[in-house]
């Protein structure tokens, strides 16, 4: 078969699949491809020499490690330990230290025309304190490049998945831009598949940490259709002997990144600010999806509707009330009408007796008058209870 027939064949098939034409190049072997950019990676105890690094002209740009983590405790003779104080000194002369080296090698980097980030690796704890860790460690200019790392989804060792989702969001209250997500093959896979319940993370754009020649079969998809980066060398496939690409200047615990662009492209697209496009689950249901509204169905009967039954109300009531000439209290059960008539009758003799006696006082000639026995008078000051019959 001929270099243009199985060209052709290549190009009939990736249409029959429905995939791009380009898959082939995109997630198999990039970096065999001389036109696609590199990209370094590298933290505080990496060696390498910038200026050989920048002889390769597909080398495009160069992240570096920034924060680790929460800040340092710079307050470190409050301690009482002195175990713990010494140790708290010595974190803090790393954090010193190495935030030096990180200004310095970005200084230099820029200076030879490559393109510059920065990476949290993010840790168990507050991630809007991470962030505005992140963010006063490195300072970064709006042509730099941000990333969070989380290397698992182990929230026990590494910053939760919600937790690095405020983490973008606090980068982007600050900055005005969201970051890169670095992350590995079954990371990025629980994400794409959660994507409704990770709404921002699952749409940053993606830096893809796998150490294969064909990631086709396991790219997690979802919202990412494609990677930003990939990181496909690191000291786990890369030894002396023999190593997928080994940029000059550098040994082989350098990563490496490829980019599915040129560096021409790559550098007019850096530093990757946004979110990817929202791509909705296929069996997200969708307002056609709702059952059509049925009309109340009316059915006729040849039976008489029964009239509403009312609950049975009791019309009796049990009161206490003095009979006549005694005086005496006792229990009577009246009807609602003659309690009501009772009362009324019982009030109507109390305001005619008050009217013509002292308001204050009961006079035995009050009592007589209302057939009420001298040992009750306190009774009187309440007609409304005890009523008169």
């Known amino acids: 078969m001929t270099i243009r027939v199985r060209a052709f064949a290549m190009f009939v098939a990736a249409l029959m699949s429905g995939g791009p034409v380009h898959a082939e190049s995109e997630f198999r072997s990039p970096w065999a491809n001389k036109e ?4 370094l990676d590298g933290y505080e105890h990496n060696s390498f020499n910038l200026m050989e690094i920048a002889k390769d002209p597909r080398v495009a740009a160069f992240i570096h490690k920034g924060s680790d983590g929460m800040p340092a405790n710079y307050h470190c003779n409050r301690i009482v330990d002195a175990m713990q104080q010494e140790l708290c000194k010595r974190i803090w002369r790393n954090y010193s230290v190495s935030r030096e080296l990180y200004q310095t090698r970005r200084q230099l980097a820029k200076a030879l025309g490559l393109k510059w980030g920065a990476y949290h690796l993010g ?5 809007i304190e991470q962030a505005n860790h992140f963010i006063d460690y490195t300072d970064p200019a709006d042509d730099e490049l941000m990333a969070i790392d989380i290397e698992d989804n182990d929230p026990d060792k590494f910053m939760s998945l919600q937790d690095a989702q405020i983490f973008a ?20 896979r629980y994400i794409a ?29 979802g919202n990412w259709q494609d990677y930003v980066l990939w990181q496909f060398t690191s000291q786990n496939n890369c030894s002396e ?3 997928p690409y080994r940029p000059p200047g550098t040994s082989r615990d350098i990563d490496v990144n490829i980019a599915d662009m040129t560096v021409t492209e790559l550098k007019r697209t850096w530093p990757f600010g946004g979110l990817v496009d929202a791509i909705p689950p296929d069996n997200l249901p969708t307002p056609r999806d709702k059952p059509p ?15 509403p039954v009312k609950p049975a109300v009791d019309s009796t009531i049990t009161a206490s009330v003095l009979e006549q000439p005694t005086g005496q209290l ?5 009807t609602i009408d003659a309690l009501s008539l009772a009362l009324s009758q019982s009030v109507s003799r109390q305001l005619d007796h008050f009217y013509e006696t002292l308001p204050f006082g009961i006079t035995t000639a009050c009592l007589k008058k209302t057939n009420m026995a001298a040992d009750a008078p306190d009774r009187i000051r309440y007609p409304a209870l005890t009523p008169f019959l």
């Open 123 to 127: 840790r168990p704890g507050n991630p």
């Open 293 to 307: 509204y049925q009309q109340p169905v009316l059915v006729a009967s040849t039976e008489p509707l029964l009239p």
């Open 330 to 334: 006792r229990a009577r059960t009246l």
């Open 169 to 188: 969001e606090h980068i982007k209250f600050r900055t005005g831009r969201y970051p890169v997500l670095y992350t590995n093959g079954i990371t990025a």
């Open 36 to 39: 696609r950019a590199i990209i």
């Open 241 to 243: 002997r023999r190593c």
């Open 193 to 221: 598949d959660h994507r409704l319940e990770l709404p921002i993370l699952s749409r940053l754009p993606l830096w893809y940490a796998r150490y294969q020649s064909d990631i086709a079969p396991h790219f997690p998809k």
